[in-house]
Each structure stands twice: as structure tokens, then as C-alpha cells.
């Protein structure tokens, strides 16, 4: 356990927000983890992973535990899959490159997700078509409030969109350390993501491979999304709202150009990023910080912002939202 005081998070947040630390402890190990418990240290204040979806609005008193759980493994073979258990520590998008380069499939759709693996089972991190509870096998956590570790199989996570049981009953009471990823042998492309085939075809890509759609997802996010080494942010900063479709077809008919996709049977999921540039904020700056020019559900930090600032940012917006469309936005990132 290595423990220092005071310590500015800038730059363990990819929003790149100034909050200090009172105290900040860093676990490379489960031992290491039990040992801060068994220990009647105080509850943490914050659990960090990559600070990929972390909206800092004030310093941070008591402690902040920093997970550095390093490893990636083979447990289990069949003969289409492989079993791959990696420590909550590591970076995402470096296991996505360690898993094409072995050939394993089924997480190329991922690439380029900012964050750790450990953060990555708490709200689903999906994109262009694929969301992790398809390849998750089992996961481990420590529950604190019995100091022990368990084993979650995918029926214990209540995974849905950008959901799980994390963010939720076991909110502040599990820290996981490590995933466990049914990745395929034989891969199955998902190219229904309608950009992923114009990327592919732009590429001038004759044979598809888990390599080339990395490729074109890389290429997408890159030519979309602010890279958090040159401007904050956190990715989607809201959720895409799901409403009856009884709603979304009243929309229609004042908007027509208004982008929803079903959600079931009963229900569709409306592009937020439409909505708030509909709305007028796309590319909006206010000083330091404001709605990027090219994805209008990112919310950026051009160098020096405060996350308060931001944070008033995403309730003006939410409130115009709900008066021009009656849709109430939910943040995907979660506000400290
Ligand atoms: N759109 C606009 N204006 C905008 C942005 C988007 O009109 O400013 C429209 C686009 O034209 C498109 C639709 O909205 O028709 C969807 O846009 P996009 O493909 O960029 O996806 P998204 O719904 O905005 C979601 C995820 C992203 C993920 C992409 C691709 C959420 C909250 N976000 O964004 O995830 O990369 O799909 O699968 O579900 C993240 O969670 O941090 C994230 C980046």
C-alpha cells in the first residue's frame, strides 16, 4: 500500500479537474486490499479506476482508494472460447489491443474506451453495438461491509444499459478486482452499427477481421471524440433517454429529423446528442469549458474549468431539454 496526503486528482480524472485528496491510498493487490479493511481504516470516500466517468466538483475529504490490480490470464480454455481474467488496475483499451493482437474476439467494438477493466462492469460500458455483459463471464469483488471476496456471475450484476447492480444495491459496498471474459475463438463481427460498414468501406477493407473493425471504431471515436489527453472530458456525459413510444412519435411529428431507436417493445431510445444540439448547445464555450463542436453529448474542459461550472452546465441543459421536449436527461457520469 503505498499512502500519500493531499494529493491533486487532475490528473487521474480524464475531465482534467483540480479536487484534492485529503488522503490517497493505492491497492495493488488483494491483499492489499484486505489488509486496508481489516485494518478499521475509515470507508473510502471514493473508489477510483480510471477517472473516465468522474465529474469532480469539490476537493475530497477523508480517503480516495486508487485501483492498481495488475494482471491478464488465461484460467480456462474450451473449444470456442477463451477465459481471460484481468485485474481491475488494468487500462481498457490496452487489454482490447492485448486481446486482438491474441486473437481473441468479441471486445474489437471496444476499442478506445477510456478507464479501467474494473470500472468497466459498473455501468456496461458498451458502444457501436456491443456492451461487455456479452463477453463478461464472472467478476470478483470485496464486499466491505462483510470483508470478504465473492465471485458475481452475470446473473448477480443486473447489467443494462450503462447499469448494473453496482451503481446501485451495491453502491459504496463492492470494489471489484478483477474480470473474467468469455472472448471467442471464432469471431462473430457486429458491423450493425451502421458507421462501423462506411468506416470499413472508406478504409477499403476486402476481408473483415477482430483487427480491421478496431480499426474503423478507433478511426470513428477518434474523428468524434475530444481525446481527453488534449481537451477534459468524460465521453457521453448523459445517458440516451428511453421514452414510450406514444411520446417519441409526438416528437416526430414536431421534429421529424428527431434520431430514436426501439428499445423494446414498447419503448425507444432517443439520441441525446440530437436533442441538445437541437437545443443550441453543440460547440457552445463558455470560457474554460462547454459542449463539444462535434458530439453534443460530450461536455469538455478546455484547461482550467471547474467541475461546478460543469455541473451547472448539465443542469441548464437538462432543464431545456425537459421543456423543449418533455424528456428528462440522466447523467452518465457520476458528480463528486
Ligand atoms: N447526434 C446528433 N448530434 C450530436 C451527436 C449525435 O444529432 O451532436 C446523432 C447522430 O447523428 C446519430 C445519433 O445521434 O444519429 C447517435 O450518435 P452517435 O453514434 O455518436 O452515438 P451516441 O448515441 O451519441 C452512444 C454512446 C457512446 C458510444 C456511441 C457509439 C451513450 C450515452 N453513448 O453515443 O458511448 O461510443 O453510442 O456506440 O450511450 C460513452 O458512453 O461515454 C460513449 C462515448
Redesign the pocket.
Known amino acids: 500500500m503505498n499512502i500519500s496526503h493531499n494529493v491533486n486528482l487532475q490528473t487521474y480524472n480524464t475531465f482534467g479537474l483540480s479536487s484534492v485528496a485529503e488522503r490517497l491510498v493505492r491497492l495493488e493487490s488483494r491483499e492489499h486490499i484486505r489488509e486496508y479493511f481489516e485494518a478499521d481504516e475509515p470507508q473510502p470516500s471514493l473508489v477510483l479506476g480510471g477517472g473516465s466517468n468522474l465529474l469532480l466538483t469539490k476537493d475530497i475529504s477523508g480517503t480516495v482508494l486508487k485501483m492498481e490490480l495488475a494482471g491478464i490470464k488465461v484460467v480456462n480454455e474450451d473449444q470456442d472460447h477463451v477465459y481471460v481474467k484481468v485485474g481491475a488496475g488494468e487500462v481498457w483499451h490496452s487489454f482490447v489491443m492485448h486481446a486482438i493482437q491474441q486473437g481473441w474476439a468479441g471486445i474489437e467494438n471496444l476499442s478506445l474506451i477510456p478507464g479501467s477493466v474494473g470500472a468497466a462492469p459498473m455501468q456496461n460500458?458498451?458502444?457501436?453495438?456491443v456492451e461487455i455483459k456479452q463477453v463478461f463471464h464472472e467478476l470478483e469483488a470485496y464486499l466491505t461491509h462483510d470483508r470478504s471476496f465473492q465471485t458475481f456471475g452475470l446473473d448477480d450484476c443486473s447489467f443494462g444499459y450503462?447499469e448494473s447492480v453496482f451503481k446501485h444495491a451495491l453502491k459504496n459496498k463492492a470494489i471489484i478486482t478483477s474480470v473474467t471474459f468469455r472472448l471467442n475463438k471464432r469471431p462473430a463481427f457486429n458491423t450493425s452499427?451502421g458507421?462501423i460498414e462506411a468506416e470499413l468501406e472508406k478504409m477499403g477493407v476486402r476481408e473483415l477481421s477482430i483487427k480491421a473493425i478496431s480499426d474503423a471504431v478507433i478511426h470513428i471515436?477518434q474523428s468524434?471524440?475530444p481525446d481527453p489527453k488534449e481537451i477534459g472530458n468524460?465521453?457521453?456525459f448523459?445517458?440516451?433517454p428511453v421514452i414510450d413510444k406514444e411520446h417519441f412519435q409526438k416528437l416526430k411529428a414536431e421534429f421529424p429529423e428527431v434520431?430514436g431507436y426501439p428499445a423494446g417493445k414498447e419503448h425507444m431510445k432517443v439520441?441525446?446528442?440530437?436533442l441538445?444540439?437541437n437545443a443550441g448547445f453543440?460547440g457552445q464555450r463558455f470560457g474554460n469549458y462547454g459542449v463539444h463542436e462535434?458530439?453534443?453529448?460530450v461536455l469538455v474542459n478546455y484547461g482550467g474549468a471547474k467541475g461546478e461550472d460543469v455541473f451547472q452546465l448539465s443542469e441548464t441543459i437538462i432543464k431545456k431539454i425537459d421543456q423543449r421536449f418533455s424528456i428528462k436527461l440522466h447523467r452518465?457520469v457520476n458528480v463528486i
Open positions: 460500458i458498451g458502444a457501436y453495438g450503462r452499427y458507421a471515436r468524434k471524440l468524460s465521453g457521453s448523459f445517458k440516451n434520431v439520441a441525446a446528442g440530437w441538445i444540439e453543440k462535434r458530439q453534443a453529448l452518465e
